[in-house]
């Protein structure tokens, strides 16, 4: 096994590979967030690289088929570019965020993330460098089409740019923050405030309540006709991982659980959660659908995925983790 499955928490039974956008292998090189002078040579090296980032977008073209077989042939690969380039088209190198060494610590090329300004859409301007290279484009949509690395790599440049956007500012006196710790750190420049600003990650629980040879999905309104879920939802202050599961599951179906027990996790960059994946069995209670969390909600026997076509049953997609705890169980 891998350090990547490993550090992904997919050791164990049932947990054959990583979830999409985790099990990466990025040395992220903390020691060498703290120097200066070692970062500086690592952004005007030409052997680095730089992971564009547009509007919460991460650019990609599309992978030679024969390298691809992913669905229907069709793969993505990330659209790395020389410091040169992005220099060009990106907030300045200052604000470029050090994610780590793709080759490992015995001298792997250094990576950086950078934001790109401008909308987001499909491409970049005809105007732009980058015109030509690929498109930006939302990685729920094409994170299944992404090799396991690639995926990982494209969820942590997008999280890490998302936080550093959104804390330009001091959240305690609205002093401009500057980046520190190769911009893992967005420390307030007021000379009386000071306030160091970090990374945050929003833990969510998601979990396949059972019943026998039954499981429980649920369905939003926002979904696409006929999809059906996990339920799910954020863990709150002062909360266990097994209350939240516990009191998620109550809120939203009416349904006791216990035995709640955790499969696996997975990093989802929309934009800053950890899914904890677990798993629970019904003790108790009726279903009882909350609508104002859910438009429905149904106890699904193992047969019914069998002829899910024939029903209209529409599964999650394969880059969410839901699917995963879904086809864990059905896998026995």
């Excluded at 005809?126 to 030509?132: F, H």
């Excluded at 899910?308 to 705890?325: A, E, F």
Aim: hydrophobic share 35%; proline share 7%; glycine share 12%.
């Amino acid at each position: 096994m891998s350090a990547g499955e490993i550090l992904s928490g997919v050791a164990g039974e049932g947990h054959r590979r990583p979830n999409p956008f985790a099990g990466g292998g990025l040395d992220r090189a903390t020691h060498l967030r703290s120097d200066p002078r070692w970062l500086a040579d690592r952004l005007s090296d030409p052997a680095s690289r730089v992971v564009p980032v547009s509007r919460e977008r991460s650019l990609v073209s599309q992978a030679a088929q024969e390298v691809a077989a992913k669905a229907d042939g069709l793969a993505y690969r990330p659209v790395l570019l020389p410091p040169a380039i992005a220099a060009t088209t990106s907030e300045p190198p200052e604000e470029w965020i050090f994610l780590g060494l793709e080759g490992g610590s015995d001298g792997g090329r250094a990576l950086f993330a950078a934001d790109v300004p401008g909308e987001a859409g499909e491409g970049p301007p005809s105007d732009s460098p980058l015109d030509g290279a690929g498109e930006f484009l939302d990685l729920r949509g094409v994170g299944a089409m992404l090799g396991q690395g690639d995926g990982s790599l494209l969820a942590y440049a997008r999280a890490i740019v998302t936080w550093s956007r959104r804390h330009r500012f001091c959240g305690t006196c609205g002093a401009p923050t500057r980046p520190e710790q190769g911009g893992h750190v967005r420390r307030c420049g007021h000379e009386t405030c000071g306030v160091d600003h970090f990374p945050r990650t929003d833990p969510a629980i998601i979990v396949l309540v059972t019943d026998g040879d039954r499981c429980l999905l649920g369905r939003k309104d926002i979904w696409p006709e006929g999809v059906y879920s996990t339920l799910a939802g954020f863990v709150e202050p002062g909360e266990s991982l097994s209350e939240a599961v516990v009191r998620e599951v109550r809120e939203e179906s009416g349904i006791e659980v216990g035995s709640v027990r955790y499969r696996s996790s997975q990093p989802w960059p929309f934009p800053a959660s950890l899914m904890l994946g677990f798993r629970a069995e019904r003790v108790g209670g009726e279903l009882t659908v909350a609508r104002q969390e859910l438009v429905d909600a149904r106890w699904f026997e193992r047969a019914d995925f069998a002829r899910r076509r024939d029903i209209g049953l529409r599964l999650p997609g394969r880059v969410s983790i839901s699917r995963r705890l879904i086809e864990d169980w059905l896998a026995g």
